[in-house]
């Protein structure tokens, strides 16, 4: 399976689910998809951050300081250091705050990857998305980063941390209605 980014709407619908909870159908039962705080923030972060899932998993809200993110990432052993917008920085902190959770400890304790690619599972299968995956995430953030700024692909290189231009380019495809749009606004005579 080819992860693809989501989309705007497809975002909203994910994160209701999460924030409402709903019922479903799996092996001919019925279930309960609870209300889950937690998978809210992981899956908001990734969103406006733009780092892997992994990444995410492993903040502590020291990592947050003088509204910069600062970050060795997991995968590539680079730093992120960077501004974040004041709306995220007090999401974390509220949401340390609720939950009691200290400067050095992780916002995510006993959260893995695994149980968070699952929960997501079980609410894309219910809107019938296919394709999506925690990284469809981090793509919708070069996305829209790119479309942004100017389709600057230099500075979505570096907010993704890629080694080369051609890594982020795979990120930030073309959509089937720019496709559409271009090719039916063209009239040479």
């Known amino acids: 399976m080819i992860t693809r980014p989501i989309d705007l709407q ?10 409402d909870g709903f019922t479903y159908q799996e092996d001919g039962k019925t279930k309960n998809f609870r209300p889950n ?24 809200v020291s990592n947050f300081r003088n509204g910069k993110l600062i970050l060795e990432e997991e995968k590539t052993s680079k730093i992120q ?17 609720e ?16 149980a968070v690619q ?13 394709n999506i ?8 953030y070069a996305i829209l980063q790119y479309q ?3 389709n600057n692909i230099e500075l979505v290189k570096e907010l993704l941390n890629h080694s080369s ?3 982020t380019q795979r990120y930030i495809r073309v959509h089937q209605e720019e496709i559409d749009k271009a090719s039916e606004s063209i009239c040479i005579m």
């Open 10 to 19: 497809e975002y909203k619908e994910i994160m209701k689910l999460i924030t």
């Open 37 to 60: 705080q937690k998978l809210f923030l992981a899956l908001i972060l990734q969103a406006n951050l733009g780092l892997r899932i992994g990444d995410v998993l492993s903040l502590k």
């Open 81 to 97: 250091n960077r501004k974040v917008n004041p709306q995220i920085i007090e999401l974390i902190k509220d949401y340390a705050i």
């Open 99 to 114: 939950n009691s959770i200290k400067s050095n400890q992780k916002l995510f304790n006993r959260f893995g990857v695994r």
């Open 118 to 130: 699952k929960q997501l599972r079980i609410i894309t299968d219910y809107l019938e998305l296919s």
């Open 133 to 140: 995956s925690t990284h469809s995430f981090r793509k919708m």
């Open 148 to 150: 942004n700024n100017n």
């Open 165 to 167: 231009i051609a890594t």
